[in-house]
Every structure is written in C-alpha cells, then in structure tokens.
C-alpha cells in the first residue's frame, strides 16, 4: 500500500526533475513510497499519484503528463505489462452514491480496483472511473470515459460515444472493430 506520506514527497522532488528523464531513480522513489513498480517503467515527472491504494506497475509501462493516479484507502490499481496512460488522463478508483434525498445529492464515497490489461493503452484525456477492467491489446481513444468492463481488443472511441449520448440518448457504447 502507498505511504501517502512518503508519496507527497515524491511528487514534491518529481518536479524539480527533467519530465522525460531519470527513469531509474524516478522507479526508485516510487518503490520507496509503496508503489509496486516492474521494469522500464516511464513515468513522466508531471503525472500524480496520490490516495492510500495498493499501486502495480508493470514492466516496460508508460504514465504520460500530468496524469492522475487517485485511489481511495483499501482499492487498487493495476497497470500490468506494456499498459499506457496517456497524457491528463485520470485514473480513479472512488466514487459516491448519489441521491436526490436530504441537504447534498452526494453520498457516501465507494470504492472499487482498476485493472488495465497487458498492452492496453489508455489514451490522451481519458477518465477511468472504479470497477474497470481495460482488457487485452484495447484501446481508450482520445476524451473517452468508462465506468464499465471492456474485453480484450476493443477500440473504444469517443466520437462514437459522443454521437450516442448526444443524439440517441444511449449511455453505455462499446464499438468493435
């Protein structure tokens, strides 16, 4: 589990360093706060990590800039072998129930894990919502959103889905190629 302490500091000395440099040590400080991280890993210096979840990245894994890890205490994310996320992506495993009773619309926060499969990619602008696995080879194109399972070599588009919700009123799109 991350030390969310540790991992404070962390993203704090990540901004002094080059964004696309210094791998290793970047590895290093990740493995130090908690973040089980595999091999060539490029972590660029302007993604954040941040919350008490149990982080696995993969061997030979990319996280663009300024993408967001969030995980709420007792969830987890994973990132197996070859995964991406793309540059202000967001990847987050809490949510809250919502409700139009009482004085706030929002309620209680859950939480559920993020698996992002062997070799998927997650692409520029992406938000990943909880309880979602990318599988497979698939890919999360450009300002796509998800709160759902994708199976394995899925090409999930956001025009597409954009062109569901606005004119067909369907929320929930997969598109397969």
Known sequence: MINSRKMYFVNLLFRLLPPTRAWKFKTKCLRWAGVVVGENVEYVSSAKIYGQMNLSIGNNCFIGHEALIFGAIGSSITLEDYAKVGSRSIVVTGYHRYSPDGDCIAKEGRCKDVVIKQGAVVSTNCIISCDVNICLHSFFA????????????????????????KFLNIRDVIMII
């Open 142 to 165: 450009m300002r796509s959103y998800s709160n759902c399972i994708l199976g394995n070599y899925i090409l999930f588009l956001y025009f597409v889905q954009y062109i569901f919700i």
